[in-house]
Structures are given as structure tokens and as C-alpha cells.
């Protein structure tokens, strides 16, 4: 049994007004998991992209407006989304306060594609030794 103890894990700057906490992944030993918290200022959030599995998007707080395809939809706290594999999909800040979004993707290793080829690409893998 792993105890991750997310009071210690870091925050990073994802992109401006995007602030993300990586709470389980391939790196602290996840094999079929990656669950992140992101905090976006109003009017920000995650530009259209996909990724290759599954994943959950919960609001904590806040209120976002997701895109999943060609449907948007307002979604607040204590609701969740589910984006099936290969949906291109986004989401923004619609509100006044800070957006508190939880990441739960079907892989242990975040990779995703952006449709701006400008946008910064992440892979979460373990140090290699």
C-alpha cells in the first residue's frame, strides 16, 4: 500500500491562469491511472485536445463550460463528464472565481493532442534510474 500524501506534492504553472497538482500517475507508481487537479482562472481552462483513453471530468467548484464534440455544456460543482477515448473535447472558466476541475484519465501516463500544434505538450512517466 502507497500512501500519496497530496499536502506535499507539488503545483505547476500548465500554462497562465492554469495552475495543475498531478496527484496520481506513473510516477509515484499508478499502472492504469492519472488523476490531476487543475485550478484555472476565469475565462481559462484546457484548449481542445484528446487523449487515447477515457476520462472523468468532476467540478469541485467553480463553473465550467465543457466541450465535448460539437455539444457544449455548463456543468458545476459536484457534476462530472464523462469523455469517451478519442473526443476531441475542452473546457473554460465560465465564472467570476477560480475553477477547481479533477483530471481522471484511464492511463497511468498523461499524453494528449492539442489541435493548436502551438500548445505544450506533457508526458507524466517515472524517472528512469
Known amino acids: 500500500m502507497s500512501l500519496l500524501d497530496h499536502n506535499t506534492q507539488p503545483t505547476e504553472k500548465w500554462r497562465d491562469g492554469v495552475m495543475t497538482q498531478m496527484r496520481a500517475s506513473a510516477t509515484v507508481g499508478a499502472h492504469q491511472l492519472c488523476i490531476f487537479d487543475q485550478y484555472c482562472e476565469p475565462g481559462l481552462g484546457a484548449p481542445m485536445h484528446l487523449h487515447a483513453v477515457e476520462e472523468v471530468l468532476e467540478v469541485f467548484s467553480g463553473t465550467a463550460e465543457i466541450t465535448l464534440g460539437r455539444q457544449t455544456m455548463v456543468v458545476t460543482a459536484n457534476q462530472s463528464v464523462l469523455i469517451p477515448a478519442g473526443a476531441r473535447h475542452g473546457f473554460r472558466n465560465i465564472g467570476t472565481d477560480t475553477l ?30
Not at 106 to 126: G, K, M, Q, T
Open 100 to 129: 477547481h476541475v479533477r483530471a481522471t484519465l484511464a492511463a497511468a501516463i498523461f499524453e494528449a493532442s492539442y489541435d493548436d500544434r502551438n500548445e505544450l505538450s506533457r508526458r507524466y512517466v517515472p524517472e528512469q534510474s
